[in-house]
């Protein structure tokens, strides 16, 4: 107690001095208002997280220790109560980081070094990092698809990868969005500027559950029980075609995050490796996206389409327009009074007129604007997106069917996707198109990276 009492006292004190919120960031000499992690010091420094050295100094390019993260990461957190003792070697009771330390060792986000060794003055690298902040974002697990050739995670330890590949995803890069440097120290500028686009990250998924609290609140005025609630819920159903899985896991997050029945548009023939290669203008795809008739046979069908009332159709971008799947789809029932949602995946082109072309066949139902998402992009981009539609649907961060699976589904999901991409990959080397590409076998595509 008497130790817990101590580093209290001593954490103020650091707080007071090393961490002065009232210290404008401006303030500091070196660091130019226009450098790229000005914004990150300005901030962090605003919410007393991160602060300068005093005398006016930020030292941008100096080093952080992993005691220095560890406390950076604590105040991140709010700063929580925490009991107990580490069980490391090498941290000092009373020291001004024991609280940080044990509520980052506590909460999992560290590990030490081995050997019960935390080695808190030692400088913390970017792969440590990438691993600390990942570990706090709930260590997610990523898929074999999202490590592009040559990137960071390639070059982190072993036990680092998945946190550095995490902080490639979700942006959380150096300079210019160069990839980290996993073994190299992180710099005082590096950990400002990646600390704050991550508090960002945090706080669209509070944003996303201060709005599903307000609706429930809503919701539940007048006394509804719960099962009403849900009732009174609309119905939605997202559908979508995918032949390499980037449209299907974007459809599988927004289903999850709404609750919504999931409906994939299967084709009664399957387009294989070869039908999908358009550097070809012969093979089935790129035929069909010539072919204003064509409407490919679909295999099954929504039984009970007329209980919903809202659907999101997924589709993949081919030569800048919906795959002629989705008019047979869109054709296949009556959509009025409905709202349609498109939303589409590609290589680079914008969703541009493919979801207005689409529209023409199902004209009396409600279409909201479309979105383009990128196959890697995060669940918290699709539930931001959901809920600015205004369309009476709450998306969630936390999966609705599949509460606590939020880890291993997207999983299983990813490691279908990889497999998938590879056989397409062999076949098309597709990964990037100039945008609003028009079809011509001789369009420069960008190879995958
Ligand atoms: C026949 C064909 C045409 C394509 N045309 C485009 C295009 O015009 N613009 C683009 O950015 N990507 C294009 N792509 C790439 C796909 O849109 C992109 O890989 C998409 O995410 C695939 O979705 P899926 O995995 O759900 O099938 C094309 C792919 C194929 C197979």
């Not at 602060?51 to 700063?79: E, H, I």
């Not at 980052?104 to 935390?118: E, L, P, R, Y």
């Not at 849900?230 to 459809?251: D, G, H, P, Y």
């Not at 290589?347 to 409600?366: E, F, V």
Request: proline residues 4%; negative net charge.
């Amino acid at each position: 107690m008497k130790k817990k009492l101590i580093a209290i006292v001593l954490c103020a004190l650091i707080a007071a001095t090393f961490v002065c919120p009232a210290l404008a960031a401006d303030a500091y000499s070196d660091v130019d208002d226009g450098a790229w992690y000005a914004q990150g010091v300005y901030a962090l420094g605003e919410r007393g997280i991160m602060n300068g050295m005093g005398g006016g100094m930020f030292a941008p390019d100096g080093t952080f220790t992993r005691a220095q993260l560890a406390a950076v990461m604590y105040r991140m957190a709010g700063s929580p109560e925490v009991t107990g003792e580490d069980a490391f070697t090498d941290t000092e009771a009373g020291a001004w980081y024991e609280t940080p330390v044990l509520w980052a060792s506590q909460s999992g986000i560290v590990n030490g070094m081995g050997g019960g060794i935390f080695a808190p003055n030692e400088a913390v690298t970017q792969e440590q990092l990438a691993v600390m902040l990942w570990r706090d974002a709930g260590s997610y697990v990523l898929g074999d698809e999202y490590k592009t050739e040559g990137g960071a995670w390639a070059d982190a330890s072993e036990w680092a990868k998945m946190g550095v590949l995490w902080c490639e995803v979700e942006k959380l890069t150096n300079e210019n969005g160069a990839p980290l440097e996993p073994k190299a120290p992180a710099t005082r500028a590096q950990v400002a500027d990646i600390i704050y686009h991550c508090i960002l990250l945090k706080e669209s998924f509070a944003n996303t559950d201060a709005v599903s609290a307000a609706t429930k609140t809503a919701d539940t005025t007048g006394g509804e029980d719960e099962s009403q609630t849900a009732e009174a819920q609309k119905k939605v159903l997202v559908a979508c075609f995918s032949c390499t899985e980037n449209t299907a896991r974007i459809a599988e997050l927004a289903a999850d995050a709404m609750g919504a029945d999931l409906y994939r548009i299967t084709p009664e023939t399957p387009y294989t490796s070869e039908d999908l290669n358009y550097k070809d203008d012969t093979t089935r795809a790129t035929r069909e996206q010539h072919d204003d008739s064509a409407r490919p046979a679909i295999s099954g069908s929504v039984e009970n389409m007329a209980d919903y009332d809202v659907i999101f159709i997924g589709y993949p971008i081919w030569w800048g327009q919906a795959p002629k799947i989705m008019y047979s789809f869109v054709e296949s029932y009556d959509l009025s009074g409905k709202t349609i949602v498109p939303f589409c995946t590609s290589g680079s082109s914008s969703i541009g007129t493919s979801a207005d072309n689409l529209k023409k066949s199902a004209a009396d139902a409600n279409w909201t604007d479309g979105r383009r998402f990128s196959g890697g992009d995060s669940r918290d981009s699709v539930v931001s997106w959901i809920n600015s539609l205004s369309i009476g649907v709450e998306a969630k961060e936390n999966a609705h069917k599949n509460k606590g699976c939020v880890k291993s589904q997207p999983l299983f999901f990813y490691l279908n996707a990889a497999r998938a991409r590879y056989a397409m990959t062999i076949a098309c080397s597709v990964v990037s198109f100039p945008s609003g590409s028009k079809r011509s076998a001789s369009t420069p595509f960008i190879t995958p990276a």
